[in-house]
């Protein structure tokens, strides 16, 4: 490649990363800087809406319980998800399209149709058994469903999980030892993946909680948002951070793990094949 | 050295059926196996050996039948129960895992102590060439690696029965014979009984006791090696280990005569009329048009192949192609073009009628 084409590709890839950055930071900055003006135009910068968040108790309430349902939905999630989709694979794979087919579904069908359809069992369940609005998680369990078969999919399409499962039986493991000795630990990042999504969803929702009369995040944020605007901008921007946090979590997590061979295998004239990640291994077929 | 398993077990197969969908896959297998033995299970795809290993493996289930170990019946045992250690096609070792803890999961699972699980499969990997990699995981290690520690975790657990899937078939060509030698020789050290399922008839015939055939779910014989080879006991057996000529003559008073030769049969008692006689290469000779070697059969060589100490040797007989497979230095006598008489052997042979033909090989 030429220098000047490469110059011009370094100016390329500059422009495009500037344009995507701001795109993304602009409205961040702007929440930011609106969150933090003065009563008037005159007044000095202040963080009174960051800190309304910590003083007003509906709100930090409604924080709490989207947490809440953001884990009981995540875990629910793994709990009903991953043990079927193994299953599926391993010894029902002519229902795999069935399966794949019933969890997309939630995507297709509205919010609203979906509230209709639940309201009467909320209803009775809120007379008769709680009203907490923790049982809203019923509801996100099925929201969260196509995200999550979808990240969950991806990990075991990428692990021959027959063969590994098969291996372990063979050597003595259970269903309950393949599933969490092997299975688990080989797809970590769809798992991360797909919690991450689950949290992000039902952090974000809105329609449900609203219509189905619970107090989340997002219902307070806009119950917030009709007395001061500025604490409501504050608490949109903290959930954002909330989740590129997470998102930073799982990608310190997720990431492969660099398996690098200890020293003694390192010698000159030892046999070793090249590795990915960042090796310094000398390629040597099998001898 | 550790000793494993030790003396191993005997090993039954009783009559096993299984059918997929109304698709037979095992048709009535029944086959015993001696205490330390090594039997290898030979047939094109879908003849049934590798659903015959997921049996005795306990990874699936007989439509009926019976599988013993050493007396025991294990027929309604799952797999995690069965003692049977199993190296499978596909690369199967844990990725998460290095090569020390895949070899000491079976252990760990077994309630060994972690000291006893470090020693074990520290042991078990010396066995197999690879106590420098106890450290490295499955993507640090090659192919033919990851197939010995396999091998190697497969026997840490001390199995009653070692079953080996194909586990060669996914290595090139001299690697697969160098492992193939080694599971022979850490098999015969440990003396655990085996079944070794391959597609593969070099394999099966160097590394294994006695050699199953098998043909649409159905054992067509189980013999010594040298046996499968030199006296197949059907024309499938005949056809699909080794090379066969099948030469079209005719059945006459309980020998077959191809061309004015006449041999004999192996089952004499074969009726009548037209046949394909199956002979092998090494049996035909060749001899220059005039020269010495006697035989009513003439023809043109076609082709000279270079095997190595062999050759093999293509002569058109005039609608009639046949192979005859000499020493590399007489065949050099032959070049493409001459024209050559052939002699066969009179050993016994056998004959197929038209329609039995081996399957090609997928």
Redesign the interface.
């Known amino acids: 490649m030429s220098r000047s084409r490469r110059i011009k590709l370094q100016v390329f890839r500059a422009t495009v990363f500037l344009l995507v950055g701001a795109f993304f930071l602009l409205p961040i900055g702007a929440m930011f800087e609106f969150s933090t003006r003065g009563n008037s135009v005159t007044s000095p910068r202040t963080v009174e809406a960051w800190t309304n968040i910590l003083q007003a108790p509906d709100l930090t309430k409604a924080i709490t319980a989207s947490l809440e349902l953001a884990v009981i939905t995540s875990v629910g999630m793994l709990v009903l998800l991953l043990p079927t989709m193994v299953w599926v694979r391993l010894r029902l794979p002519q229902v795999h399209r069935i399966v794949e087919f019933l969890c997309l579904l939630p995507l297709t069908i509205p919010a609203i149709a979906l509230v209709v359809g639940v309201a009467p069992i909320y209803h009775w369940i809120e007379i008769n058994v709680t009203d907490s609005i923790l049982i809203l998680s019923f509801v996100y369990l099925i929201i969260v469903l196509p995200y999550s078969y979808r990240a969950l999919d991806a990990g075991l399409a990428a692990?021959?999980i027959k063969?590994?499962s098969?291996?372990?039986?063979?050597?003595?493991?259970?269903w309950g030892?393949v599933m969490f000795?092997?299975i688990v630990?080989?797809m970590s990042t769809a798992l991360l993946n797909a919690c991450l999504l689950s949290v992000a969803v039902v952090l974000g929702e809105f329609t449900f909680a609203q219509l189905l009369y619970f107090v989340n995040l997002q219902v307070a944020i806009s119950y917030v948002g009709l007395t001061s605007a500025g604490t409501s901008i504050a608490v949109s921007l903290a959930s954002l951070i909330f989740a590129f946090t997470l998102l930073m979590v799982l990608s310190f997590f997720g990431r492969p793990r660099e398996?690098v061979?200890?020293a003694?295998?390192n010698l000159p004239g030892?046999?070793?094949?090249v590795?990915?990640l960042r090796s310094s291994?000398i390629g040597v077929?099998?001898k | 050295m550790m000793a494993t398993a030790g003396a191993g077990v005997e090993v039954r197969l009783e009559d096993l059926r299984r059918s997929y969908a109304g698709v037979t896959a095992l048709d009535g297998l029944s086959l015993t196996m001696a205490p330390g033995e090594l039997v290898a299970l030979l047939g094109p795809s879908g003849c049934g050996k590798t659903t015959a290993m997921r049996l005795v493996a306990g990874l699936e289930e007989a439509n009926s039948g019976r599988v013993m170990f050493g007396g025991k019946d294990v027929t309604g045992l799952p797999a995690n129960k069965r003692d049977v250690g199993m190296v499978f096609q596909a690369y199967s070792l844990f990725p998460h895992m290095t090569a020390q803890q895949n070899v000491a999961f079976g252990l760990s699972l077994h309630k060994v102590g972690a000291a006893e699980q470090k020693k074990r499969s520290g042991e078990m990997l010396e066995l197999v060439g690879l106590s420098k990699y106890a450290n490295r995981y499955a993507h640090q290690l090659s192919g033919g690696q990851q197939q010995r520690v396999a091998l190697a975790r497969a026997l840490a657990i001390q199995p009653t029965v070692l079953l080996l899937d194909e586990p060669l078939s996914a290595l090139d060509a001299k690697v697969r014979s160098r492992l193939r030698d080694e599971i022979r020789r850490v098999q015969l050290e440990v003396g655990t009984t085996t079944l070794f399922v391959t597609h593969d008839q070099e394999e099966a015939l160097a590394i294994a006791d006695r050699v199953g055939v098998m043909n649409a779910g159905r054992l067509e014989q189980l013999d010594s090696p040298v046996a499968i080879y030199s006296r197949p006991a059907t024309p499938f057996v005949a056809e699909f280990v080794g090379l066969t000529n099948r030469l079209e003559g005719t059945v006459r008073d309980r020998e077959v005569e191809v061309r004015g030769v006449r041999l004999p049969l192996v089952k004499p008692d074969a009726p009548n009329g037209p046949a394909i006689a199956l002979v092998r290469p090494e049996a035909v000779s060749l001899g220059a048009e005039e020269g010495s070697v006697p035989g009513p059969l003439t023809g043109t060589v076609i082709t000279v192949s270079f095997l190595g100490a062999t050759s093999r040797v293509s002569v058109d007989l005039g609608g009639m192609t046949v192979l005859a497979q000499l020493p590399t230095a007489q065949a050099a006598a032959y070049p493409a073009g001459t024209r050559v008489r052939l002699a066969i052997r009179p050993d016994p042979v056998l004959i197929a009628r038209e329609v039995e033909k081996a399957p090609v090989e997928a």
């Open positions: 692990i021959d063969t590994l098969e291996a372990a039986r063979s050597l003595g493991a259970g030892t000795r092997v630990p080989n398996r061979a200890r003694e295998e030892t046999e070793s094949r590795l990915p291994f077929p099998d």
